[in-house]
């Protein structure tokens, strides 16, 4: 008899492979992975090349260690995540990071009809989602996905993902406190900017890996 997490397994795989199915008939080009291991070998494949790699400030993609192994390959890492960074730094990085030859980023939601979403405070890791890097790959981890529309999308995020994120950052927030989005107002609010990617875009070469485990928020 199967065990609840090889249950799970099975109805996730199919969930996974149903979007990797539409997200290819959207012009995507998507692939079904088993766990994250397997991504971090797509990745360090894809890397060969490249000689900037962008992170986008994903918990799916820092959870991967990808770092260490792509500088050992003497990739410039362009994170502006790291400790230490004043202001101007960052921002001189995430400006470098729209113009790199590897973008590695998460995204928020995807719907199993193949849609991306996400939402940003600044809009750095969403823009560079669609336009700028030369290649952009998108960790999408199965408790991303959404059997839904776009509005249940948003949704996700703002319920499962917002309120950790602000909290992850420090973020003096409504939602840092109660655990809950209130639609606030607030200086350091963090979701100001929503983008929809429904088709791929015609000038950018994105690969979208759909992995068969939670990764991230």
């Known amino acids: 008899m199967s065990t609840t997490e090889e249950l799970n397994d099975w109805a996730y795989a ?3 492979q149903k979007t990797v199915e539409n997200l290819k008939k959207n012009g995507f080009d998507a692939l079904y992975c088993h766990n994250g291991e397997e991504v971090f070998h797509y990745i360090v494949n894809e890397a060969a090349e490249a000689k900037s790699v962008g992170f986008g400030g994903s918990l799916s993609i820092a959870d991967l260690k990808l770092s260490d192994k792509l500088k050992g390959m003497g990739k410039e890492i362009l994170n502006h995540g790291v400790p230490g960074l004043s202001p101007e730094e960052k921002l001189v990085i995430t400006r470098r ?3 790199c030859d590897l973008f590695l980023t998460g995204s928020n939601a995807v719907t199993l009809s193949g849609v991306l979403v996400n939402i940003d ?3 750095n890791r969403a823009a560079a989602m669609f336009f700028g890097p030369q290649k952009v790959i998108v960790v999408v981890g199965r408790n991303k996905l959404v059997d839904g529309s776009i509005e249940d999308a948003v949704q996700r995020i703002k319920t499962y993902a917002s309120p950790p994120n602000a909290k992850r950052l420090n973020l003096a ?7 809950f989005c209130s639609d606030c107002n607030s200086p350091q609010r963090i979701c100001r900017v929503t983008t929809i990617i429904e088709k791929k875009p015609r000038n950018t070469d994105i690969k979208v890996l759909v992995v068969n ?3 991230g928020l």
């Open 97 to 99: 990071q729209l113009t």
């Open 173 to 179: 927030t409504p939602c840092t406190t109660t655990g």
């Open 121 to 123: 405070g600044n809009g």
């Open 213 to 215: 485990e939670d990764m």
């Open 14 to 16: 199919h969930k996974c």
